[in-house]
């Protein structure tokens, strides 16, 4: 595979962040998916929170499988650790490497196919487990390497490129994360970056699991009329819960304003997203109440983005499985192996 490389310098006068890294820093290849493609508006995404966040490259950890969104991680932090596992397998390959080393960011890059289907199972167990990371699937509702096909995603009677209907009843990812258990649950639109930003900016400062779906209109296949995941009818349908500002565990969920009210807001290319506003009643720390407000709208055929849900206090797999502090790939081999005494006690604990 060939990459194009970025030139190296830039203005002097680029704004710097507090560790006095500029925008570029957060950088790496250039792209090679299609012009317009929804997974390079979640890179810009993603590279525009750590740079406001003032990240160091090296603390992050970047592992996606295969497929378009599995890409994504060349085309952003290029001084950060990476890794491209195989299909479906980018979950199991991001346990093991937060269980050698609790001390890096963690970033899972995936897709709907990589995620819905053949990595599905993983996809489950990594969030009932509670692993410390982001988990963003970039969804477009098709195999785009592959030339289109429906993706597990797909909306059950939306229409393919081609003219087919689809049959199968969808997977909605979000449903999926909130059952399992993980502790932060939100959905995006990657033509948001004004909602997308704050989002990934509090996944990344949340402790857990963390769940971000992101439509990601496919330009070349899943951009037509009859698609449920293009540019146009997410816009038309997008159903958001709150906008947000970046927020932590620690500090409250405050919405700007009136709660119930409708704001129609203009994009750069003129066009429109009508957002309604977080019910005054609605609860982002009650899981049942977002299951039910999600599938309550998913009936109307309408998409609900923002913050759905967030646990209070959220622990994770560390916590669970109560590590040592120290990251396990700093310890030396006596702490790893203790000896024949330690074993002995352990295995007397367990009778």
Do not use: W
């Amino acid at each position: 595979m060939t990459y194009l490389a970025k030139p190296k310098f830039h203005h002097p006068a680029l704004p710097k962040n507090a560790l006095g890294y500029t925008h570029r820093d957060y950088e790496g290849a250039v792209s090679t998916l299609c012009a317009g493609c929804g997974h390079d508006s979640i890179t810009a995404a993603i590279i525009q929170a750590c740079f406001e966040l003032a990240i160091e490259p090296h603390r992050v950890a970047k592992i996606s499988g295969i497929g378009c969104s599995s890409k994504t991680p060349t085309y952003m932090l290029g001084n950060s650790h990476g890794f491209n596992s195989v299909h479906g397998r980018m979950p199991s390959i991001l346990t093991g490497a937060n269980l050698a080393n609790r001390d890096l960011i963690y970033l899972g890059i995936s897709g709907d196919g990589d995620s819905a289907s053949i990595g599905l199972g993983q996809f489950a167990h990594c969030l009932r487990r509670g692993v410390n990371m982001v988990y963003i699937v970039e969804n477009n509702g098709v195999y785009g390497l592959t030339k289109g096909q429906f993706s597990a995603t797909a909306d059950r009677g939306s229409k393919s490129k081609r003219g087919f209907i689809n049959t199968d009843n969808s997977i909605d990812l979000v449903a999926m994360a909130l059952q399992l258990g993980a502790s932060f649950v939100a959905r995006s639109f990657s033509g948001d970056k004004q909602q997308l930003v704050p989002i990934i900016k509090a996944a990344i400062a949340h402790r857990g699991a963390a769940f971000i779906d992101v439509i990601s209109p496919c330009v070349a296949f899943n951009n037509h009329v009859g698609s449920t995941k293009s540019f146009d009818f997410v816009r038309e349908h997008n159903e958001a819960v709150n906008r947000l500002d970046f927020i932590s565990t620690r500090m409250p969920i405050e919405i700007s304003y009136e709660p119930g009210t409708v704001e129609i807001v203009e994009q750069h290319d003129g066009s429109k997203l009508a957002l309604r506003k977080l019910a005054a009643d609605y609860d982002v720390h009650d899981r049942t109440a977002a299951l039910g407000f999600l599938q309550q709208h998913a009936a109307k055929g309408q998409i609900v983005t923002g913050l759905l849900y967030v646990e209070k206090d959220a622990k994770d797999l560390h916590a669970h499985l109560r590590t040592v502090d120290k990251p396990l790939n700093a310890l030396d081999e006596k702490d790893l192996c203790p000896g024949e005494k330690a074993l002995e006690a352990i295995n007397a604990s367990l009778r």
